[in-house]
């Protein structure tokens, strides 16, 4: 199918991308932009304002905001720690002074990947668990979160009309009846979910919306990065032995997405004037990929979390481009 975003759908709409680094905050801030929107892009690696980050990775908030422009959005990055209130506080009076509100609110903010650790790690019982490791990744998944609402959501909800995105992975009904790595994973993507849900409903009564989207098998700088591929030759990775001295990606990486889906997903909510019906829902990005119609950056749909709760937990089998 052939799909192309409105880069004027959100013109002159402000949105703040909490996490915008890389991953799917940087997917978020490039689809907004796509859609014309100005877009504040915070984290804490920046090549002008650096602050220790728990990845030390190259990503900077200067290029996300430079892609954002590319776009035909305007894009403006801001170091921040949000797990920092005052550097937080800061950051809305910054907006305040220069845009006066906000239009749309990301909490993307993660920066715990090293911390879960990976398959090996995985499953460890929590008596068993590094409690300061486990203690950390709270903090970076929901007190970050926590922190940037208190801060901003008052240049939200100042007038009617605004949205809230709370980035996690899995959904509520998924992630209620599933264990998820560790119950220190575990705690943290419910919890976010549930922030989404509370916070809708303290913002229903100010004409805002909250949602929860989780994407798929995302296809991060860092996921990349482990199976030795790039965006261009990802499917390389699902080839034992394609690229030397990498691992063969899982079956699942078939159904992977780049992170400018989700972005979509969050743009199209944005575009939304409608989007009240989905308060305090917990969305994935291929379920708002069907609703709205948007595709990847390779024009798909990907699926994920449809395919393995219809084919892969039960143990069936189907052909994998049916969920693309």
């Not at 950390?136 to 240049?155: E, K």
Request: net charge negative; aromatic share 6%; hydrophobic share 40%.
């Amino acid at each position: 199918m052939s799909w192309s975003p409105d880069g004027a759908a959100l013109r002159g709409r402000v949105a703040v991308v909490a996490g915008a680094t890389r991953g799917a905050g940087r997917g978020i801030a490039a689809a907004l932009g796509e859609a014309g929107a100005t877009v504040v892009c915070t984290g804490r690696t920046s090549s002008v304002h650096p602050i220790r980050s728990d990845y030390q990775r190259a990503e900077t908030i200067e290029e996300t905001a430079d892609l954002v422009t590319h776009l035909g959005g305007t894009g403006i990055p801001i170091a921040v720690d949000h797990l920092d209130p005052d550097q937080v506080h800061r950051l809305a009076e910054r907006i305040r002074e220069d845009h006066g509100h906000i239009d749309v609110l990301v909490n993307d903010i993660w920066g715990a990947e090293k911390l879960k650790g990976g398959p090996a790690q995985w499953n460890t019982p929590v008596w068993e668990h590094d409690l300061d490791t486990g203690l950390r990744i709270l903090r970076l998944a929901i007190d970050t979160h926590l922190i940037t609402s208190h801060h901003l959501l008052p240049l939200l909800v100042d007038q009617p009309g605004g949205l809230l995105v709370e980035v996690t992975d899995g959904t509520a009904d998924y992630n209620a009846s599933r264990y998820r790595i560790s119950v220190f994973y575990d705690l943290a993507k419910v919890a976010v979910n549930r922030l989404a849900f509370s916070q809708g409903h303290e913002l229903a009564q100010h004409g805002a919306t909250s949602v929860a989207i989780t994407p798929g098998f995302l296809r991060s700088e860092m996921m990349l990065d482990n199976f030795g591929v790039r965006e261009e030759n990802w499917r390389d990775a699902l080839s034992p032995g394609t690229v030397p001295n990498y691992p063969p990606a899982p079956p699942d990486f078939v159904l992977s997405e780049s992170p400018r889906y989700v972005g979509r997903a969050v743009a199209a909510l944005a575009a939304d004037l409608k989007r009240a019906r989905w308060n305090q829902k917990s969305v994935t990005s291929g379920q708002l990929a069907q609703e709205y119609g948007f595709t990847d950056v390779d024009d798909s749909q990907p699926d994920l979390w449809r395919f393995v709760e219809e084919i892969r937990e039960p143990g069936l089998d189907a052909d994998p481009a049916d969920y693309r």
